[in-house]
């Protein structure tokens, strides 16, 4: 099994950074895929911003020119760096990611247990 850890949420006011991290730990022999997700009160989950085992990102278009995902194989580690925050950012951001436990299975995903962000006016 894989767990995710996120951990870098807090309260900051409008314009502020915050720095996210999740780290990837269990049974692992390879990462495809990872990911942030947010979740706002009585909104649906959505994407934020995803990273691939090459590097390639993909961002909502809400946070572009913002927000930066990346990541640290060597420590199963991905951030994601959220400058000039918004109110409309607030939400429990989630972690996403694919993962091998062994050579013959296939990706599977996984997901942490979310950290909140609270952006305040």
């Known amino acids: 099994q894989v767990h995710l850890v996120e951990s870098g949420g807090g309260l900051v006011q409008s314009g502020g950074s915050l720095r996210l991290s999740c780290a990837a730990s269990?049974?692992?022999?390879?990462?495809?895929?990872m990911g942030w997700y947010r979740q706002a009160p009585g909104k649906q989950r959505e994407l934020v911003a995803t990273?691939?085992?090459?590097?390639?990102?993909n961002y909502a278009n809400s946070v572009k020119g913002r927000f930066t995902i990346s990541r640290d194989d060597a420590k199963n580690t991905v951030y994601l760096q959220m400058n000039s925050l918004k109110p409309e950012d607030t939400g429990l951001y989630y972690c996403?990611?694919?993962?091998?436990?062994?050579?013959?299975?296939?990706?599977?995903?996984?997901w942490g247990q979310g950290t909140q962000v609270t952006v305040s006016s």
């Open positions: 990273i691939t085992n090459g590097g390639s990102t």
């Open positions: 996403n990611a694919q993962a091998r436990i062994t050579a013959w299975r296939g990706y599977d995903t996984f």
């Open positions: 269990g049974r692992i022999f390879s990462l495809g895929f």
